[in-house]
């Protein structure tokens, strides 16, 4: 006889058993829910009535979510971004200024990951694009196979960590915290990350140079001026889109749908200005429209906001449509646009049916106390807040090899997020717990693309590699990479500030000694005249 006591851990088992099948994720978790569901309904655990909160939570957590609108945008900014030929310009003027130092290609990959996680936000294109890019020019300079394979995959996950990723905005939504909130605690990790992976490289240099050779002199084709003015032109462009998407929301300007929608616009206007076609009425314009913004910007940090404001940026809000209809001339960005609607449709869709069945399972797994059977489990372990830690973060590493970041994220994050809350209140107080918890969980989940053999970065890289790649060294050059997320893990964990340092701290306020004091006004007395007849 089946008890109230065994639903939960038989449901946990038998949604790991469909999935094994390979049954797609978003209605076997609606098929386990809905069956675990009608055979607690025959046991009595519950009535029928019960499973109307699948509809209600449909309809009203996820449907009418606006947070999850950001999605769509961020999604299609990417799509737009990878395409549009911003990764092999940087990529080659990167490579020419710190090629002639040692490591000089592993540093200028690790920068371009970083810079290109932050303006697209997905890992396939990125690791594609820069293993299309970069993996030749490293071989052809006698970089080491296993290094090559291994930077190439690890600098194409940095996006999964570094603003404006969509797994941030997923975990903001599941743990029900704000976006700019989870950004803010995401920049610390990424940043000690890059230094990681520069400081891998480095030691590589003065311990094995043979690995990390520079590139000789001769082999620069630009240099001086001429050089930095095309790196320049790479960054410059990409750092005014990450501050229109990440400044605006984290200086409370923008909803992260509004910075979104920005960065989607934003995207467009980026690749028209890279297109070899853009014509010279088009530049024309551009430069009136950052001089009108920067007028509109200085008038509004130093002025009252006034006719000046006004129409310097409405003359911006022009230039940008101009541009934007020149994208839409130029055959070969209209059809980047329609691949990058396309993109989108199908990453959104599979992110809401991946939702609806989530929701299915969790409402029925809550139902049979499976929030209580967690808890108990969870919180009995030994070790505290650490043995805590310790084993969620070996269960996610371990269930990513698996599971994708957004079935993570949508079947384990909602169970464990207010056990997490309780348990690590102590530790950095209530406000940041989930922040801190969110980002650890997000420097781990990176690993997913790592892990051989089923790393979704080293299928990526296997699929673009020349021939005379080994399938052993992408494998085995992976494993080091790895290890250097698994200690950045380890920093999140025994350095919490690491992600709370830039959270607004909280209040230390005692509310009972709060006083407010109201000036008593003496009024006149009422006069309501004769009384009525």
Excluded at 484 to 504: E, G, N, S
Aim: proline share 6%.
């Amino acid at each position: 006889m089946i008890t109230l006591d065994t639903m939960p851990p038989l449901m946990f088992g038998g949604l790991v058993l469909a999935m094994l099948i390979g049954f797609p994720v978003a209605f076997t978790l609606a098929a386990v829910g809905l069956s675990f569901g009608f055979l607690a309904i025959h046991l009595g655990f519950f009535d029928m009535n019960f499973l109307q909160a699948i509809p209600g939570r449909v309809f009203g957590s996820v449907l009418s979510n606006e947070l999850l609108l950001a999605i769509p945008f961020f999604t299609f900014m990417g799509a737009i971004l990878e395409r549009c030929g911003l990764a092999e310009d940087m990529l080659d003027s990167m490579g020419q200024l710190f090629g002639p130092i040692r490591g000089g290609l592993g540093y200028s990959v690790i920068i371009v990951g970083f810079i290109l996680g932050a303006i697209t936000g997905t890992v396939a294109a990125q690791v594609i694009a820069m293993a299309l890019i970069s993996m030749p020019v490293m071989i052809r300079y006698g970089y080491n196979m296993r290094y090559i394979t291994g930077v190439l995959a690890a600098s194409g996950t940095i996006t999964q960590l570094v603003p404006p990723s969509l797994v941030l905005i997923v975990l903001a939504d599941q743990l029900g915290k704000s976006v700019g909130d989870m950004y803010l605690g995401a920049w610390g990790p990424s940043v000690f990350q890059i230094v990681l992976f520069a400081g891998y490289t480095f030691l590589l240099g003065v311990f094995k140079p043979d690995h990390v050779p520079p590139v000789p002199k001769t082999a620069l084709t630009l240099t001086g001026w001429p050089l930095w003015r095309k790196c320049l032109l790479g960054i410059i462009p990409s750092a005014v889109l990450i501050f229109v998407v990440l400044g605006t929301m984290m200086m409370g300007l923008a909803t992260p749908t509004e910075a979104g929608a920005m960065g989607a616009v934003g995207a467009i206007v980026l690749a028209a200005i890279h297109s070899k076609d853009f014509s010279t009425n088009g530049r024309k314009v551009l430069i009136v429209g950052v001089v009108a913004a920067g007028i509109g910007t200085m008038v509004g940090i130093f002025m009252t906001e006034g006719l000046i404001f006004k129409t310097a940026f409405a003359a911006t809000y022009l230039a940008v449509v101009w541009i934007c209809l020149e994208a839409v001339r130029i055959p070969e960005l209209r059809d980047l646009i329609k691949q990058g609607y396309e993109t989108t449709m199908r990453i959104t869709t599979m992110v809401v049916f991946i939702l609806i069945g989530s929701t299915c399972f969790s409402v029925v797994f809550l139902g049979v106390s499976g929030g209580v059977w967690l808890e108990h489990l969870l919180t009995s372990l030994p070790g505290g807040v650490w043995g805590f830690l310790i084993f969620i973060n070996l269960f996610i590493f371990f269930l990513a090899f698996f599971l994708d970041f957004f079935e993570i994220a949508f079947i384990i994050l909602p169970m464990i997020a207010p056990i997490a809350q309780k348990v690590l209140t102590p530790v950095v107080g209530p406000d940041a717990a989930l922040i801190w918890f969110g980002v650890m969980l997000c420097v781990n989940m990176q690993t997913s693309f790592m892990h051989p053999p089923f790393g979704f970065a080293l299928f990526y890289l296997r699929g673009v590699a020349p021939k005379e790649v080994k399938s052993s060294d992408i494998y085995w050059g992976a494993l080091p990479w790895v290890g250097l997320q698994a200690i950045m893990v380890v920093l999140v964990i025994a350095f919490p500030i690491t992600v709370t340092a830039l959270l607004d701290k909280p209040l230390n306020v005692d509310l009972n000694q709060i006083k407010i004091d109201v000036p008593q006004m003496e009024l006149p007395p009422l006069d309501f005249g004769p009384p009525a007849k």
